[in-house]
C-alpha cells in the first residue's frame, strides 16, 4: 500500500495510465494544430481530436457533431447557461436550477440575475433530492432553462433526471444538466433522459485536468447558444481557441474506458463504499448525510457528531479525504450542500467525504475504516462535550 490513501476521487482522479498513454504522442510527434488544414501535421490532430468526439458522443449516447470541447465542467457549465440565456431571450428570462447545484452553476446563474435573469433556485429534501412538485409549481411561460445536476459532487446524491427534463419540456423549456460527477460512473443517455445540454470534465474520470466538453443537442430540438468565447470560430463558432489536442485525446480515451468498464467498476466501488459505510455506523452517533438508495457508487458523506469534520480530516493524516466544511479566509462555513438538506450547523461541520475510484484496493478501504476509528475515539476523549453527552 502506498501512502497516503487517496480517497478524495470526488475532488479529482489520477489520470488512468492507458490515458497518459494516448495523449503522449500528441505532446511531441503528433503536435500540429488541429485547425491547420493545409498540411498533414493538422490534419493528424484533426483525426485524434474527431476520434475522441466520437469516444465521447458515444458514452453519452449521442453523435459527435454535439460535443464541444472547452476546458472543463466550469466552462461548459458557463457556455451553456450563458449562450442560453443570451440566446433565448426573446422567450423569457427565467432559469430554474437547485440550491446545492455545483458552485460553477450558481454563481453563473448569480451572474446573470444581475443582467437582468430571474433565478429560481429550488430547495432539496433531507435526502437531498428536489421536490417535483415544488419544480413545476416554478415553472413559467417565461422559464427557458432547467439546471439540474445529475449526481451531487459532495454527497453523490442522483437526482431524478428524466422525471426533472419531462416538466422541463413540458412548459417548453430547455433541460440542461451538469453530470461531471455522473458520467463515467453510471450509464447517462442524453435521448433516454431527454437532456439537451450537459456540461463534463475529463479530470473527474481519470482523465488529464483542464479540458471537458458541452453537449448540445441538434435534434428535438436543435438548441442554440451565444458563443462566450469569440475568436477563430473553432468549434463550430461555439467555442473558439486551438484546441487543447492532447487534452482532448485524453478526454476521449478516458471516456471509452468508462464506457467498457463502469458496470463492474461501479458494482466493485458500491460494494467497498458499503462496506467503509457500515463499519463507520457501528461508531456511536454517526449517520449518512443524503439519500443512500438514489447515490452514487463511489460516494459516502458521513458525519460523527461531536467531533469536527476538519479536525477529523487532519488526524486521519495518512487518508485524503475532504470535510464537508469550505474554509474561507476567515471563517469556517459548513457546506452549503449539507446546510441545504436541513442538517444542524454541528452535523454539518462534523462531517467527511469519502470518495473511492477506479484504483482504490479492499486494502486501502481496510486501512481508513481503522484509521477513522482510531482517530475519532482519540477525538471525542478530548472532548468535553462528548464527556458531558457520555454522563
Ligand atoms: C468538478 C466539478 C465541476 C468543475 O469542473 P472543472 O472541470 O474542474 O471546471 C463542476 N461541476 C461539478 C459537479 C464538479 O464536480
Redesign the pocket.
Known amino acids: 500500500m502506498e501512502f497516503p490513501v487517496y480517497l478524495d476521487n ?3 482522479t489520477p489520470l488512468d495510465p492507458r490515458v497518459l498513454e494516448a495523449m503522449l504522442p500528441y505532446f511531441t510527434s503528433k503536435f500540429g494544430n488541429a485547425a491547420s488544414r493545409s498540411h498533414v501535421f493538422g490534419w493528424v490532430a484533426e483525426e485524434g481530436v474527431d476520434y475522441a468526439r466520437e469516444q465521447v458522443a458515444k458514452l453519452i449516447g449521442c453523435t459527435d457533431k454535439e460535443i464541444i470541447f472547452t ?7 458557463n457556455l451553456g447557461i450563458k449562450g442560453v440565456y443570451e440566446m433565448y431571450q426573446g422567450k423569457g428570462n427565467h432559469i430554474v436550477t437547485v440550491a446545492t ?5 450558481l454563481d453563473t446563474c448569480i451572474h446573470l440575475e444581475k443582467l437582468g435573469a430571474r433565478v429560481t433556485y429550488l430547495n432539496v429534501k433531507e435526502d437531498g433530492l428536489i421536490d417535483l412538485a415544488e419544480l413545476e409549481a416554478a415553472m413559467t411561460a417565461e422559464t427557458i432553462l432547467v439546471t439540474v ?1 445529475y ?3 459532495e454527497i453523490g446524491v442522483i437526482q431524478p433526471i428524466r422525471e426533472i427534463s419531462a416538466i422541463a419540456h413540458q412548459y417548453g423549456a430547455l433541460f440542461m444538466t ?1 453530470a ?2 455522473a458520467v463515467g460512473k453510471i450509464p447517462v443517455d442524453v435521448d433516454a433522459d431527454g437532456i439537451d445540454l450537459l ?1 463534463l ?4 474520470l481519470y482523465g488529464p ?2 479540458v ?1 466538453a458541452l453537449y448540445v443537442r441538434r435534434k428535438n430540438p436543435r438548441v442554440k447558444l451565444t458563443a462566450q468565447m469569440d475568436g477563430g470560430g473553432h468549434e463550430r463558432g461555439m467555442r473558439s481557441g486551438t484546441l487543447n489536442v492532447p487534452g482532448i485525446v485524453g478526454l476521449g480515451k478516458a471516456c471509452e474506458l468508462c464506457r467498457l468498464e463502469m458496470d463492474e467498476e461501479a458494482k466493485r466501488l458500491s460494494a467497498l463504499r458499503d462496506k467503509l459505510e457500515q463499519a463507520l455506523l457501528l461508531i456511536e452517533e454517526s449517520q449518512v448525510n443524503g439519500s443512500t438508495s438514489q447515490r452514487l457508487p463511489h460516494v459516502s458523506n458521513m458525519s460523527f457528531k461531536y467531533v469536527a469534520g476538519e479536525g477529523l480530516m487532519m488526524a486521519m493524516k495518512d487518508v485524503a479525504v475532504s470535510s464537508g466544511s469550505a474554509c474561507t479566509s476567515a471563517s469556517l462555513e459548513p457546506s452549503y450542500v449539507l446546510k441545504h438538506l436541513g442538517l444542524s450547523d454541528d452535523i454539518a461541520h462534523s462531517a467527511i467525504r469519502f470518495g473511492l475510484g477506479r484504483f482504490t484496493t479492499a486494502e486501502e478501504v481496510d486501512y481508513a475504516i481503522e484509521s477513522a476509528k482510531k482517530e475519532l475515539k482519540q477525538l471525542r476523549n478530548l472532548s468535553p462535550l462528548w464527556e458531558m453527552v457520555k454522563e
Open positions: 470526488n475532488a479529482t476546458s472543463g465542467a466550469t466552462e461548459a457549465d447545484e455545483h458552485k460553477a452553476v445536476m449526481g451531487n459532487n451538469d461531471t460527477q456540461a470534465s475529463a479530470h473527474k485536468k483542464g471537458g
